[in-house]
């Protein structure tokens, strides 16, 4: 394995070959926000919050999957990122039932931090008033589909990490939504091992533990750190 | 089989042919206006007055004139004529032995025809897409003959290469460069994949060829197939095409039936296997890797490039990827050489390109054209302008492209210069608008169609082109003022630069070609003020 060096935000690096743009910068301690991205299972490269700029390349690219190559000269952080980062926080904002005050993540949720972090006080766009149902037909848990960004994170570790499927995404475009087994309610999907693998995977407060009420959905970075070297250990059930 | 007997079968072919070929076209734009009826009339004709012997109805592709159809045209007089009805159709027949012919005549000599150059449609209406044979008597397969027998993979990527061929989906990225990509990728197991998912609104070009010269697209697959070192290859074409996936289901059995196609092509070691699979009506599946995922039986959704289909695409094999245009230029180039094809076109966009010419125009239809003719050519002498009014605009390349305004009309037709005017080549519709369009209508509209046709995985695409969405119909309701113009741009370069994939990519297009071209329109939308303050 050959060792490559590059630059981010002109901090000079030094990093495995076959790693990511995003590998790299959290090494160096380089903040880059994502939302889809979640370490140890595989990625989509789908919220578009952590494109970066590569001089010499006139596209921005998805730190997530862009893997580094010697010499990359790599900016993080410049006007044109931040404004488009903050413009995909408020399009996802206008898109979902994103009120803080009265979700199960507040205070816990990635969306949440990511919108502070990227400086967005207001969405410009129109709101959408989602009407997307809510599935609570599961013994244990709950999803609330407004809550849902789309980000499939419970879909891949489902799929990855447990092994179960449960989860997948059904229409397109705006009519997209998490779908349960064949299109039932969650309670009713047998694969379902009720392992919770997607309620820690949910950035927000999509999917949740029944009986949670206002910012009462605490994050168990065990079971997060759990998620993160189950594959490697070949943890698959609980 | 071998050359001589492929030279065999088309001699033979040639010198069963009758004296007079009645040729009445079956696809799917004159089926719909009773072609079939029509042909089963000829035919009856035919019989009654015995001229059998004579004269031959065949059933045959695309004519072009779709706007004027039911076609039916006569070789060897070059006789064509327009919107034939099954009740008409025995006129036709009759005025062979000197009677009259009742449906209109039309004018085979009109720019519309004279200005064309036929390459990959040059058999398409006079071959029967239904039986190889006939194919074959038109020099057909010869080029998979010649590529397997004379040449090596690497001269066939070299002709391909120096022909300047570029991808006919639309991006316009060079055909031969593809090409030597994927042959120079390690891995035995490589696949063809013939993109058929032509989905923008008012395009017909590659259906035409699907169903008009089937085999012309499979044999400059088993062309790609050798000289990439693919033995395996699929033509993706969506479910609404279910004419063109019959004439293709039939076209790989007759092929097979041949040796052509199959296991040991022309008893060479080479052997080419096609499988068709049939798209479930996403728009997105257009886009390569949306493709691939498809076929592989997942949901047709984009996934980030690199790495590129040609090192890792279908069942993560090394897999070129082209559009039905491209590989149906393939034989051409083979057999009339490199040199023969960059003669046409410009300097940097070789070759010919087919438009659907629809809209306010007087004559639609599918156009053939070299690289480099202006825009006005094509709409003024060839289409006929509009009906009683002036051109306003052109759209070209679809949900992807742009509105061309008419004071750009001498713009040549290549990929650079379309680009360069804030438009783009696409697959080749081209529609005509005159002075009653309302361009905000326009780019709502195909904002509309992509916001229907978003696969919905990235943030962006998913959701700003139904905020895009929003914006155009609060401005065509007369409710947006300024502000929501800059907003409306902002996002539009937003999704452009950040989008996934090529439909988010460019779906911002229409809005900012418009707003560059048109923006006066969009002022005149804004809500007026009153006493000197906008109303809120």
């Known amino acids: 394995m050959s060792v490559k060096t590059l630059t981010i935000n002109d901090q000079p690096i030094a990093i495995e070959e076959g790693k990511t743009i995003l590998d790299a910068a959290k090494e160096a301690g380089i903040p880059i926000p994502t939302l889809c991205h979640l370490e140890g299972v595989s990625d989509v490269g789908a919220c578009r919050l952590c494109l970066v700029e590569v001089k010499g390349i006139n596209k921005l690219l998805p730190a997530c999957v862009t893997q580094v190559a010697e010499g990359m000269e790599i900016s993080t952080n410049t006007p044109k990122l931040q404004e488009y980062r903050r413009m995909a926080v408020e399009l996802i904002f206008a898109e979902g039932n994103h009120v803080c005050s009265v979700c199960v993540a507040n205070n816990n949720c990635e969306l949440q931090d990511v919108a502070v972090e990227v400086g967005m006080d207001h969405s410009r766009f129109v709101y959408r008033f989602p009407d997307r149902g809510v599935d609570v037909s599961h013994s244990q848990f709950g999803i609330d589909h407004n809550r849902c960004i789309l980000c499939t994170r419970c879909v891949r570790v489902c799929d990855e990490v447990e092994g179960a499927h449960v989860w997948d995404v059904a229409q397109r475009g705006a009519a997209c939504y998490i779908v349960s087994g064949m299109n039932q309610p969650w309670g009713e999907v047998e694969a379902c091992t009720s392992c919770g693998k997607c309620v820690d995977a949910c950035p927000t407060g999509a999917i949740f533990r029944k009986g949670t009420t206002t910012a009462e959905k605490a994050g168990d970075r065990e079971k997060l750190e759990f998620l993160v070297t189950a594959r490697e250990q070949g943890q698959w059930t609980r | ?536």
């Open chain 2, 1 to 536: 089989m071998d050359l001589a007997e492929l030279q065999a079968l088309a001699e033979q072919e040639r010198s069963k042919r009758k004296s007079i070929r009645v040729h009445c076209c079956t696809s799917t734009g004159c089926q719909a206006a009773n072609s079939l009826g029509v042909k089963e009339n000829l035919d009856k004709a035919v019989e009654e007055t015995g001229m059998g012997d004579r004269v031959e109805v065949v059933g045959v592709g695309c004519m072009g004139f779709c706007g004027r159809g039911p076609l039916v045209q006569i070789d060897p007089m070059d006789t064509l004529y327009e919107e034939v009805t099954p009740e008409t159709a025995g006129s036709i027949i009759h005025a062979l032995n000197g009677g009259t012919a009742e449906p209109v005549q039309g004018d085979s000599q009109h720019p519309f025809f004279a200005r064309q150059m036929r390459v990959v449609r040059e058999h398409s209406g006079k071959v029967d897409p239904e039986r190889i044979e006939d194919y074959i008597a038109l020099g057909g397969y010869q080029a998979l003959h010649k590529v397997l027998y004379e040449m090596t993979p690497e001269t066939v990527v070299q002709e391909v290469s120096s022909s300047g061929l570029r991808g006919r989906g639309g991006g316009g990225y060079p055909t031969g460069l593809k090409w030597a990509t994927v042959a120079k990728m390690p891995g035995d197991q490589k696949y063809v994949i013939c993109n058929g998912d032509e989905g923008d609104p008012g395009a017909f070009m590659d259906r035409s060829i699907l169903e008009s010269d089937p085999h012309l697209v499979l044999e400059g697959m088993a062309i790609a197939g050798y000289a990439i070192g693919a033995t395996h290859g699929y033509i993706y074409v969506r479910a609404e095409y279910p004419l063109a996936i019959k004439r293709l289901q039939k076209a790989i059995q007759q092929g097979k039936k041949y040796g052509i196609l199959g296991s040991q092509v022309f008893n060479s070691p080479f052997d080419f296997k096609v499988d068709i699979r049939i798209g479930a009506g996403a728009f997105v599946c257009g886009e390569e890797t949306a493709l691939i995922q498809s076929i592989e039986g997942g949901r047709g959704n984009p996934i980030p490039r690199p790495p590129y289909p040609a090192e890792k695409g279908l069942w993560q094999c090394p897999t070129l990827i082209n559009n039905v245009e491209t590989f149906a230029n393939i034989a051409n180039i083979i057999k009339r050489g490199a040199e023969w094809y960059s003669s046409i076109g410009t300097e940097k966009s070789k070759g010919t390109k087919i438009f659907a010419l629809t809209g306010k125009i007087r004559n639609n239809g599918l156009i053939e054209v070299p690289m480099g003719i202006t825009l006005r050519e094509i709409v003024e002498e060839m289409g006929g302008g509009v009906p009683d009014g002036e051109v306003k605009a052109v759209q070209t390349g679809g949900p992807s492209g742009g509105c061309i305004p008419a004071s750009l009309l001498d713009t040549t037709v290549d990929y650079d210069s379309l680009i360069k005017i804030g438009s783009m080549m696409g697959s080749g519709g081209m529609v005509v608008m005159d002075k009653e369009t309302s361009m905000v209508e326009v780019a709502r509209f195909y904002m509309e169609f992509c916001r229907g046709e978003t696969c919905g995985k990235c943030v962006p695409c998913r959701t700003g082109t139904v905020q895009l969405y929003s914006f155009l119909t609060k401005i065509l309701k007369g409710q947006a003022t300024a502000e929501d113009i800059e907003k409306m741009e902002a996002l539009c370069y937003m999704v452009k630069d950040t989008s996934l994939c090529g439909l988010g990519m460019t779906a911002p297009n229409p809005v900012l070609s418009t707003l560059r071209y048109f923006k006066e329109e969009y002022l005149e939308l804004l809500k007026q003020p009153q006493n000197g303050k906008v109303p809120v």
